[in-house]
């Protein structure tokens, strides 16, 4: 085989990863074409440069492959566009300096039979954030961390579990009403807490980590995208400023998180920063973000980083935000149009219609 026949056959084979994920039904092999988009732009983009510095454009295949590869290259740069530092920020950047009305929020999924334990407590310790969400933890993650950091995290929700969906969160701002919820499988959690930011000021959180569409744990994506809309929805009706944290194992640019986005009237911290990939630690080429941060209009980002390497197959996240909600009025999202509230009805009810996601 030679090299444009190679080309010609990588360019196909772009099309059809390209127009997969299109298709909005729920099946895992479909939504798992949601994610490599990054790397479809690298590989379509240097299958572009090489085929015309290569190849005279003549016939009417050579024309036909040109326009299939470069139409493949635009849809993916535009994906991942937002999420680079070429774009704009959607979160602005703080304006004030550090005062008491900012938040520091470290969210690990410290993947549940890691044995490396302190490496995670070591990178809470030089960071030392508001708010720390765990994620994957059972009762053996549990007390190792509180044995470490729980005199300086009064306030707590806290859910081990053996099941790799145990969660808890720790805080030293009060929590009020905290609670535990289970809105679409009865063995994964939510948490939903109101967060005192100060005497006068309070937000409203929610921490959420549902299955992935995998074979290994859901063949479908059906209570992903259900609980991800649950949220949606009552992040758009709180009458209070919004945090939403967790591993939504879904990334930032796919469908479902864009309308989780739009639905819920939230902001994405990583637009205009970076892709910040999460997932997976331990492969350099196959990273995808799927660990997030969603706020209202009313927080602004003073730093967005990656945590160090704990062993986890996912890095953790540290992101300092300050709260002002005077300037809300600068980056206020458009409401969803009645469309988009349609289909995240249908998504938190479980269904999802036979559709394209243009």
């Not at 680079?84 to 959607?90: E, G, I, L, S």
């Not at 809105?183 to 959180?205: C, E, G, R």
């Not at 864009?258 to 970076?274: I, M, Q, Y």
């Not at 990273?287 to 941060?293: A, M, N, S, V």
């Given at each position: 085989?030679?090299?444009?026949?190679?080309?010609?056959?990588?360019?196909?084979?772009?099309?059809?990863?390209?127009?997969?994920?299109?298709?909005?039904?729920?099946?895992?092999?479909?939504?798992?074409?949601?994610f490599?988009?990054?790397?479809?732009?690298?590989?379509?983009?240097?299958?572009?440069?090489?085929?015309?510095?290569?190849?005279?454009?003549?016939?009417?295949q050579?024309h036909?492959?040109?326009?299939?590869?470069?139409?493949?290259?635009?849809?993916?740069f535009?994906?991942?566009?937002?999420?680079?530092p070429?774009?704009?920020?959607?979160?602005?950047?703080?304006?004030?300096?550090?005062?008491?009305?900012d938040?520091?929020?470290?969210?690990?999924?410290?993947?549940?039979?890691?044995?490396?334990?302190?490496a995670?407590?070591?990178?809470?310790?030089?960071?030392?954030?508001?708010?720390?969400?765990?994620?994957?933890?059972?009762?053996?993650?549990?007390?190792?961390?509180?044995k470490?950091?729980?005199?300086?995290?009064p306030?707590?929700?806290?859910?081990?579990?053996?099941?790799?969906?145990?969660?808890?969160?720790?805080?030293?701002?009060k929590?009020?009403?905290?609670?535990?919820?289970?809105?679409?499988?009865?063995?994964?959690?939510?948490?939903?807490?109101?967060?005192?930011?100060?005497?006068?000021?309070?937000?409203?959180v929610?921490?959420?980590?549902?299955?992935?569409?995998?074979?290994?744990?859901?063949?479908?994506?059906?209570?992903?995208?259900?609980?991800?809309?649950?949220?949606?929805?009552?992040?758009?009706?709180?009458?209070?400023?919004?945090?939403?944290?967790?591993?939504?194992?879904?990334?930032?640019?796919?469908?479902?998180?864009?309308?989780?986005?739009?639905?819920?009237?939230?902001l994405?911290?990583?637009?205009?920063?970076?892709?910040?990939n999460?997932?997976?630690?331990?492969?350099?080429?196959?990273?995808?973000?799927?660990?997030?941060?969603?706020?209202?209009?009313?927080?602004?980002?003073?730093?967005?980083?990656?945590?160090?390497?704990?062993?986890?197959?996912?890095?953790?996240?540290?992101?300092?935000?300050?709260?002002?909600?005077?300037?809300?009025?600068?980056?206020?999202?458009?409401p969803?149009?009645?469309?988009?509230?349609?289909?995240?009805?249908?998504?938190?009810?479980?269904?999802?219609?036979?559709?394209?996601?243009?």
């Amino acid at each position: 085989m030679n090299l444009k026949n190679f080309l010609q056959i990588f360019g196909a084979i772009a099309i059809v990863l390209t127009l997969v994920p299109l298709i909005a039904i729920d099946y895992w092999w479909i939504r798992m074409f949601d994610f490599p988009h990054i790397q479809l732009t690298v590989l379509t983009f240097t299958a572009m440069i090489t085929y015309f510095m290569r190849f005279d454009i003549k016939s009417w295949q050579d024309h036909f492959f040109a326009f299939a590869i470069i139409g493949c290259f635009i849809f993916q740069f535009v994906k991942i566009y937002p999420y680079t530092p070429f774009a704009p920020y959607v979160v602005l950047n703080s304006t004030p300096e550090k005062s008491e009305r900012d938040i520091s929020i470290y969210t690990a999924n410290v993947f549940q039979e890691n044995k490396e334990k302190d490496a995670v407590i070591a990178d809470i310790i030089t960071r030392d954030p508001d708010v720390l969400l765990f994620l994957e933890t059972n009762k053996d993650w549990q007390n190792h961390i509180e044995k470490h950091v729980l005199k300086s995290y009064p306030y707590t929700i806290l859910e081990p579990l053996p099941n790799t969906y145990g969660m808890l969160l720790y805080s030293k701002k009060k929590l009020i009403d905290p609670k535990i919820k289970y809105l679409v499988d009865d063995s994964i959690p939510s948490f939903h807490t109101k967060l005192l930011l100060t005497p006068t000021d309070t937000v409203q959180v929610y921490t959420i980590h549902p299955t992935p569409p995998m074979p290994q744990h859901n063949p479908s994506s059906s209570d992903r995208d259900a609980e991800m809309m649950k949220i949606a929805n009552m992040s758009r009706a709180s009458k209070l400023p919004v945090l939403v944290i967790g591993d939504f194992n879904d990334v930032a640019w796919s469908a479902t998180t864009s309308l989780f986005e739009n639905v819920g009237e939230l902001l994405d911290v990583r637009k205009g920063r970076g892709f910040y990939n999460t997932f997976n630690a331990n492969s350099f080429l196959l990273r995808w973000p799927l660990d997030h941060i969603f706020v209202s209009s009313e927080f602004r980002v003073i730093q967005v980083t990656l945590g160090k390497d704990i062993h986890s197959d996912h890095f953790p996240t540290f992101t300092h935000l300050s709260f002002e909600p005077e300037l809300a009025y600068l980056q206020k999202p458009q409401p969803p149009s009645e469309a988009e509230l349609q289909r995240a009805k249908e998504q938190a009810s479980g269904v999802r219609k036979l559709e394209l996601d243009f």
